[in-house]
């Protein structure tokens, strides 16, 4: 069965950087685009951009553009999602979230990892 | 980017009754909607996909329609698992989007 299994939680310093992986299995890792999507406590579902495993190429939300770095590893079937200049607004959890066609951008979105807890705090 | 709206965002509906949440868009997404259930701690969950069809393990009861700009979510009669928070999220175009949630909690 299809598995997304996040890294664990983090704390960070205003100004760091920190990494979450997604580690996929039970399908083909190359074949499907991996978003990733964020929730600050209590609000809703931000969408942050999108990786093609196959190739690395990549998308991201203007907002977050010179911040993140998606990239992926097709020996471990895991995609990373790097953030950095970390300020207190970007406390939330981090899901890596699986595309549900295969091949297709934009679709929605079918398997979502559990969830990584990022919190930045002095 | 298309901004997509939600309404209302609490309803309060009785076990047994029927529920109908609302989303628009701020321009036309064709039929690239998708609605999302999500529990307290938990993951979202795909519900319905292409506005109107519903994923893998939603009962019957769950149904999506609309096109363009105005899309519906229906809960013909609502169970206790049914209460949670649902999001619809567009995919015609980039960014993707979200609303911003309707609380479905029990009356």
């Known amino acids: 069965q299809v598995q997304l299994v996040q890294s664990g939680a983090e704390v960070r310093n205003p100004g760091a950087s920190v990494k979450v992986s997604c580690k996929t299995s039970?399908?083909?890792?190359?074949?499907?685009?991996m978003h990733w999507v964020r929730q600050a406590p209590g609000q809703g579902l931000e969408w942050m951009g999108i990786?093609?495993?196959?190739?690395?190429?990549?998308t991201y939300v203007e907002k977050f553009q010179g911040r993140v770095t998606m990239n992926r590893d097709t020996s471990t079937n895991t995609v990373y999602m790097e953030l950095s200049s970390l300020r207190s607004e970007d406390t939330a959890v981090y899901f890596c979230?699986?595309?549900?066609?295969?091949?297709?951008?934009?679709?929605?979105?079918?398997?979502w990892g559990q969830g990584t807890l990022v919190t930045v705090s002095s | 980017e298309i901004v997509m709206t939600q309404s209302p965002a609490t309803l309060s509906v009785s076990p047994g009754e029927r529920a109908t949440l609302s989303c628009r868009a701020s321009?036309?997404?064709?039929?690239?909607l998708a609605w999302y259930l999500q529990k307290p701690g938990q993951a979202p969950r795909l519900l319905i996909f292409?506005?109107?069809t519903r994923a893998t393990g939603f009962p019957a009861r769950f149904s999506g329609s609309g096109s363009g700009t105005e899309f519906t979510l229906t809960i013909s009669s609502l169970q206790s698992e049914d209460f949670a928070v649902y999001y619809c999220?567009?995919?015609?175009?980039?960014?993707?989007?979200f609303g911003q949630g309707t609380r479905l909690e029990i009356k």
């Open positions: 321009q036309s997404v064709s039929s690239s």
């Open positions: 039970g399908y083909t890792f190359t074949s499907y685009y």
């Open positions: 990786i093609n495993p196959s190739g690395g190429s990549t």
């Open positions: 979230a699986r595309g549900a066609i295969r091949g297709v951008i934009f679709t929605s979105i079918d398997y």
């Open positions: 999220q567009q995919y015609n175009s980039w960014p993707i989007t």
């Open positions: 292409d506005a109107s």
